[in-house]
């Protein structure tokens, strides 16, 4: 049997609950790489595996999926709503994953790898919104743990464009170092 293809990009959320959800569940896929940096997912070709012009999108003989899981779209959901909301609804008591399952599920990849995305705005900005929250970065923690080497993995991409980002801020800060020093002089 042929293994599907997963079309994503590793810079996307559902992408990568997609692709840890498939190595957990040892399904066999391809993975193909869709740059939504370079508009790959414009291409008309693209465009006939999903008319959205979105990933992930999956390929399984003639069977075209383009829509992550429900849950992902409500994991999105309940991130913007509130963190609070998923500690005290979703992780009430000693929950180690999302409903008290004893093994993370789809639900628990879908808000994982969306909450994973604040990584790429740095570490304080990170902290500053799940500092407080101790009960979602054990939880995330235990996720990480279920799901190793393979969260490491897909998580890699994103580690690289935050490194790539901080870097480009820290340059543009030197570049108007001068300046800032210039105002002081002049304050002097
Ligand atoms: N509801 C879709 C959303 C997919 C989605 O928004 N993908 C984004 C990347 S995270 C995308 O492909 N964006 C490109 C675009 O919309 O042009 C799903 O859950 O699969």
């Not at 399904?27 to 012009?53: C, W, Y």
């Not at 923690?141 to 870097?167: G, I, R």
Request: glycine share 4%.
């Amino acid at each position: 049997m042929q293994p599907i293809k997963v079309y994503a990009d590793r810079r996307s959320q559902p992408s990568r609950a997609v692709i840890i959800f498939c190595r957990v569940n040892q399904i066999d896929f391809e993975e193909i790489t869709v740059d939504l940096f370079k508009s790959q997912h414009l291409t008309a070709e693209f465009r006939k595996i999903n008319p959205m012009g979105q990933v992930p999108a999956i390929v399984d003989g003639r069977f075209k999926l383009f829509e992550s899981p429900h849950v992902v779209k409500q994991a999105e959901k309940l991130l913007m709503q509130s963190l609070g909301r998923i500690e005290s609804v979703w992780l009430k008591g000693d929950a180690k994953f999302l409903l008290g399952s004893p093994q993370p599920s789809i639900a628990d990849l879908s808000l994982v790898c969306e909450i994973m995305q604040l990584e790429i705005l740095g570490d304080d900005e990170r902290d500053r919104f799940l500092g407080a929250h101790e009960k979602i970065l054990i939880w995330m923690d235990n996720v990480k743990k279920a799901t190793s080497p393979h969260f490491e993995e897909a998580h890699e991409l994103l580690f690289q464009v935050k490194a790539s980002m901080l870097s480009n801020a820290a340059a543009a800060n030197q570049t108007s170092e001068p300046s800032t020093k210039l105002k002081i002089v002049s304050k002097l």
